[in-house]
């Protein structure tokens, strides 16, 4: 992964469908930098990935230790700690084209303090980086209400349980999804 670029904001309203009669293709790869416990499988990161795609992707997810998410937050949001999930966009348009990092230690403590499997939460994570990578956002009330119900479409269509109860509507950083 060669992220050059935080993810930028983008309307909400990419949530169009793909072209008629027509699957979005998927490019897909996957690194590990940490040997961390209880990580996903790449046939898992893909099939969380492919579940949110709208629109043809070429996607890497990077999975990371905590020294790597710290130092990839503080490069490019200015933070110094390591974030659960990350999203660097190169392209904008179909076929979108980005990054994932996502912080293995992080999603662990998340899920435990949150009281939920730690493969249901690398689920929502990998689904919340695909929205980003294809323009979604939440850094306003509307965008967030829209994110949040999409989300919660596909994370539930995966199987796991709803990724936000009643009291977090719309209050996604207070649980440490930024």
Not at 15 to 35: D, E, I, N
Not at 132 to 147: C, F, K, P, R, S
Request: charged letters at 25%; a positive charge; one cysteine or more.
């Amino acid at each position: 992964m060669k992220p050059n670029s935080p993810a930028r904001s983008g309307s909400a309203t990419c949530g169009s469908s793909p072209r008629a009669g027509r699957s979005p293709k998927l490019r897909f790869t996957v690194q590990f930098g940490t040997a961390a416990r209880n990580l996903p499988s790449r046939t898992q990161l893909r099939k969380w990935a492919h579940a949110a795609l709208e629109h043809d992707a070429n996607v890497t997810v990077r999975i990371v230790g905590q020294a790597e998410g710290r130092a990839l937050n503080r490069s490019y949001r200015g933070k110094d700690y390591a974030t659960n999930v990350l999203t660097f966009v190169f392209r904008e348009a179909a076929p979108f084209e980005g990054d994932l990092a996502i912080c293995a230690p992080v999603v662990a403590r998340e899920a435990r303090v949150q009281g939920k499997s730690v493969t249901a939460h690398y689920a929502h994570l990998v689904v919340h980086g695909m929205l980003h990578l294809q323009g979604y956002d939440h850094e306003n009330g509307e965008d967030a209400v829209i994110m949040e119900r999409i989300e919660t479409e596909i994370v539930t269509g995966l199987g796991y349980p709803a990724p936000y109860g009643k009291q977090e509507s719309g209050k996604k950083k207070a649980k440490g999804i930024e």
